[in-house]
């Protein structure tokens, strides 16, 4: 299974607002600092504001940042809910089956086994647990002391 692109930068998203929680960070700021598309990453924003992991605050000096506490945020919740298509075989989807072994394998089984075994595995991580290196992860977003605003310059 390959995540979409969607999911991978919501992940992202939301990652860097757990990193950054004190204070609010734009769309620009997020698309420069992850070189992404601003806008691919302002309908990822639009998805994960409607799902009620991120709040937008509007004006001039808006902004996005988590709805709730990153230690509330279960990846696995994030992954169903961003995912549309989880199955890993056509046989464990909603639709109709091409294949004549339909039923009459195992492959079905052990493909949903393993597909429950990803999301248990999701499930035990939380946002906060993901962020958890954050000197680290700070200094690769380029964010945290007073030269911020000058990386960002110059990045741009």
């Known amino acids: 299974m390959k995540l979409t692109s969607h999911t991978d930068f919501a992940l992202r998203l939301l990652m860097s607002l757990a990193i950054v929680e004190e204070r609010l960070l734009t769309i620009e700021e997020l698309a420069t600092r992850h070189r992404l598309s601003r806008n691919h990453l302002m309908k990822v924003a639009q998805t994960l504001v409607g799902l009620g992991y991120v709040t937008g605050v509007r004006g001039r000096s808006g902004g996005l940042k988590l709805a709730r506490p990153a230690s509330s945020i279960r990846m696995g919740e994030v992954v169903r809910a961003l995912e549309d298509d989880v199955a890993l075989v056509e046989c464990l989807g909603d639709?109709?089956?091409?294949?004549?072994?339909?039923?009459?394998?195992?492959?079905?089984?052990?493909?949903?086994?393993?597909?429950?075994?990803?999301?248990?595995?999701?499930?035990?991580?939380?946002?906060?647990?993901?962020?958890?290196?954050?000197?680290?992860?700070?200094?690769?977003?380029?964010?945290?002391?007073?030269?911020?605003?000058?990386?960002?310059?110059?990045?741009?």
């Open 95 to 156: 639709g109709p089956t091409m294949c004549v072994l339909s039923g009459a394998c195992a492959l079905t089984h052990t493909m949903g086994r393993a597909l429950e075994a990803f999301f248990a595995s999701l499930d035990e991580v939380t946002l906060a647990d993901l962020v958890a290196p954050r000197l680290a992860l700070r200094q690769r977003l380029g964010v945290g002391g007073q030269g911020d605003q000058r990386r960002l310059v110059a990045t741009a």
